[in-house]
């Protein structure tokens, strides 16, 4: 494994949440990182994803005001910073990572993605 997802739990509507992914030392330095999620019975979505050269993010329409995508390069973490969060976003979160430098609409795909964490699961109930 070289995508370390934690983070997730059970939180109330209107609640937050941070995620955080940790990139193993044996992992490249990758240059495009994001998450994914994928719901009950749902096909997995892109949340967000950002390129790590010029800062570049990109979010889904779902999540757009509500979640925040950050990372610390030297530490080789990333986060997932969830506000307001909706029954909705229930969902176990995929963190994802790749050494190439993707457009932007690349960044939205599941193939454009070498690397994945093991997922971690967020639920929103009250």
């Known amino acids: 494994v070289q995508l370390q997802a934690s983070g997730g739990g059970l939180v109330q509507p209107g609640g937050s949440l941070r995620l955080s992914c940790e990139a193993s030392v044996r992992t490249p330095n990758v240059n495009t990182m994001g998450w994914f999620r994928q719901a009950p019975g749902k096909e997995r979505e892109f949340v967000t994803a950002q390129r790590l050269g010029d800062g570049k993010t990109v979010y889904a329409d779902s999540v757009k005001g509500r979640f925040t995508i950050s990372r610390d390069r030297a530490k080789k973490m990333m986060y997932l910073q969830m506000n307001s969060l909706k029954p909705e976003d229930t969902a176990v979160y995929y963190c994802?990572?790749?050494?190439?430098?993707?457009?932007?609409?690349?960044?939205?795909?599941?193939?454009?993605?070498?690397?994945w964490g093991q997922g971690t699961l967020v639920t929103v109930s009250s």
């Open positions: 994802v990572g790749d050494v190439r430098s993707h457009i932007l609409s690349s960044m939205r795909s599941q193939r454009s993605y070498d690397y």
